[in-house]
């Protein structure tokens, strides 16, 4: 071993030298998004334009439609209507409503005037009116928002072919992603046009900083986990953790269209109390999410089957299990970046997915090697994995009757997880001393990830409200993380 490797060594395995460390690159990385956030706070943001017609009369459509929960000064992304426009989508119609499809009517409407109308025949379930009213209003004043409202309501009416027929329109490029036909499909359940549109929608518009976040976390755990082999690593070895994590990605995409086609036939839905949810959670989200991924580890059957091979079983099904989060993580950092949602998922959805695909693999792999000896104990672990799924969901979407919420011991779950998992690496294989301690590597993987999801949030937010965001769900993450660094119970000096 080289002298730095030696002294990285040293290093990971000292409590000290980690704590150290670790509070070294929590304040650089305080102070990275600190000075970017104040830089970028000096810049001199332009002035938005004022709003126009069409922004005008949607905000007053907004104001009148959600009047019980929004006051006019506080509607988010609309300003207070035009006196002009004060008068519409108000009761009684008949003060406004005879006028406006006058002038719908009539010869040169002026902008907004047609849109106006069309959310009016909207909200009455007049679709294909509202339709051409947004189309024929975007044909003389074009707007994006009236394109937008045009698309969303084509699928409120379930058209595909004027959907498909908007495709050979350039102007309507922008808004019309892919995202619409594969929801179209769905509406409909038109299968080839669900998978048709499938990965477009899926992969559309990925940012780069989002894939790499989900990638940087899916490697460190691929590293912790490959680091619990008894044997060292090979070629071999790192080929197959690659393929397994690749057929992990790919078993989202049955997961989803199982869902699809459970969803639909058995008209499942999440619903709005703590029995509800759990149930949905654990017939469709649980079941079907830990069956696809043990589906595609059965490729690895073929190796693991042999003797002697239940810790490759063990480990393989958790890679398959993890590449199955990095792929469901890209979409959550999509939609709730700079959120703490990276750091947050780190330490959740990933030890949860490689954990319970883990066991399962193993469970599979001994009853297919004896399956009078080992099939009832695969049908026990198949079932307990897709209880603790579901009651993990379960606790952080719905507060429990008579208690309230109690998302904070959705914890709990992960600790079974965990446990469940790590009982069966002891009772396997010894976990031998690694090159870079697993304390060492989840520790500094997770500062890394906590400074780079509050630079990117610093980017877009005020920095206090960054490190809030950021720092709350680190702390969240704090427990889960104790859990694992327990179970692998690795050896530290002082």
């Known amino acids: 071993m080289n002298p730095f490797l030696r002294q990285l060594h040293d290093l990971s395995y000292s409590q000290q030298g980690i704590g150290k460390s670790c509070g070294f690159l929590l304040l650089m990385g305080l102070a990275t998004a600190g000075i970017t956030g104040s830089i970028l706070r000096l810049v001199e943001i332009p002035e938005p334009p004022p709003p126009d017609a069409i922004e005008q009369i949607y905000g007053q459509y907004l104001l009148v439609t959600y ?36 002038q719908a009517g009539s010869h040169d409407p002026e902008s907004g005037v047609r849109f106006a109308l069309g959310l009016w025949e909207q909200d009455q379930g007049n679709l294909s009116e509202a339709i051409e009213l947004f189309h024929q209003e975007n044909l003389e004043y074009p707007h994006p928002l009236v394109r937008q409202m ?15 027929d908007l495709r050979k329109n350039p102007d309507y490029t922008h808004e019309l992603h892919p995202g619409y036909f594969f929801r179209m499909g769905m509406l409909t359940q038109n299968w080839p046009m669900i998978l048709r549109w499938f990965w477009p929608a899926e992969y559309y518009g990925i940012q780069p900083q989002v894939l790499l976040f ?105 890679l398959v299990g993890l590449g199955f989060a990095v792929e469901e993580n890209i979409n959550y950092f999509t939609n709730y970046q700079g959120s703490g949602v990276v750091v947050s998922r780190f330490v959740s959805a990933n030890l949860l997915h490689l954990t319970l695909t883990g066991v399962n693999a193993l469970a599979l792999t001994r009853a297919v ?10 049908v026990q672990t198949l079932a307990i994995t897709i209880g603790l799924h579901g009651l993990y969901n379960t606790l952080l979407s719905q507060p429990i009757p008579g208690l309230g919420d109690m998302s904070y011991f959705s914890g709990t779950a992960l600790a079974g997880c965990a446990f469940y998992f790590f009982r069966n690496v002891q009772e396997l294989s010894p976990v031998r001393a690694s090159r870079i301690s ?17 630079l990117t949030a610093s980017v877009w937010l005020p920095f206090s409200e960054a490190l809030y965001l950021t720092g709350q769900s680190a702390l969240s993450g704090v427990f889960i993380g104790y859990i694992f660094l327990h179970e692998i119970r690795e050896p530290l000096a002082a």
């Open 150 to 164: 045009e698309l969303d309501t084509i699928l409120r009416s379930r058209d595909p072919d004027r959907l498909l």
């Open 438 to 454: 697993r304390t060492a590597l989840f520790c500094w993987g997770f500062c890394t990830l906590f400074n780079l999801e509050l």
């Open 369 to 378: 090697r004896d399956p009078g000896r080992w099939t009832s104990d695969f």
């Open 67 to 102: 009047q019980t929960e929004f006051e006019a000064d506080l509607l988010p992304g609309f300003p207070t209507p035009d006196p002009r426009h004060q008068r519409l989508f108000s009761s009684p119609t008949e003060k406004w409503l005879p006028e406006l499809k006058e």
């Open 214 to 318: 989900s990638l940087l976390a899916g490697a460190i755990w691929g590293a912790l986990i490959l680091s619990l082999l008894p044997h060292r690593r090979s070629v071999k070895i790192f080929s197959l953790a690659v393929a397994a994590l690749g057929l992990g990605w790919i078993s989202t995409w049955p997961t989803i269209w199982s869902g699809i086609w459970l969803d639909t036939r058995f008209h499942l839905e999440e619903g709005i109390d703590f029995a509800s949810s759990l149930l949905y959670f654990l017939v469709s989200v649980g079941l079907r999410e830990e069956v696809c991924k043990l589906l595609l580890f059965i490729p690895f059957l073929f190796w693991v089957r042999k003797p002697g091979r239940d810790i490759e079983a063990l480990i393989f099904g958790a």
